[in-house]
């Protein structure tokens, strides 16, 4: 049995006595340790794309209007639209929406309209140009 592992660390030989014939066999095992040491590894997890700023705090703060006011109004906790507004949690649609309503202004406002940049809102400068 000395002379069994005498082989590199990559593979292993184990002699085993076969009981019935008194022979001894030899069961060779390979060990590829990069191979295990892969399938032991956990999967990649899918990365979560970054939160987008949105436009909330301004028409928000346009409309002059607290949070703890705007949260009231929609139904969602200050802390939810405290995180919302700093980019901490994103929102549901129906939240975007309710929150959209609240402050007069059309949810794609909200995400990519800046109150100070178009007043009247995205949607009548659309139909200004387009007229």
């Known amino acids: 049995m000395e002379g069994a592992f005498s082989?590199?660390?990559?593979s292993a030989q184990v002699k085993v006595?076969?009981?019935l014939h008194g022979q001894t066999k030899d069961v060779q095992r390979q060990f590829n340790m990069t191979k295990r040491s892969t399938v032991l590894q956990?999967?990649?997890?899918?990365?979560p794309e970054p939160l987008q700023r949105t436009f909330i705090a301004e028409w928000r703060e346009h409309r002059r209007m607290s949070q703890t006011t705007l949260a009231e109004a929609v139904g969602l906790s200050t802390a939810t639209i405290s995180q919302?507004?700093?980019?901490?949690?994103?929102?549901k649609q129906q939240h975007l929406e309710a929150i959209a309503r609240v402050l007069k202004v059309h949810p794609i406002d909200l995400l990519v309209c800046?109150?100070?940049d178009h007043p009247k809102g995205i949607w009548?400068?659309?139909k200004a140009i387009l007229a």
């Open 7 to 10: 082989r590199p660390k990559i």
């Open 17 to 19: 006595l076969d009981g």
């Open 42 to 47: 956990k999967p990649p997890q899918d990365v």
């Open 84 to 91: 919302i507004e700093n980019v901490k949690t994103g929102y």
């Open 114 to 116: 800046d109150p100070g």
């Open 124 to 126: 009548t400068t659309v």
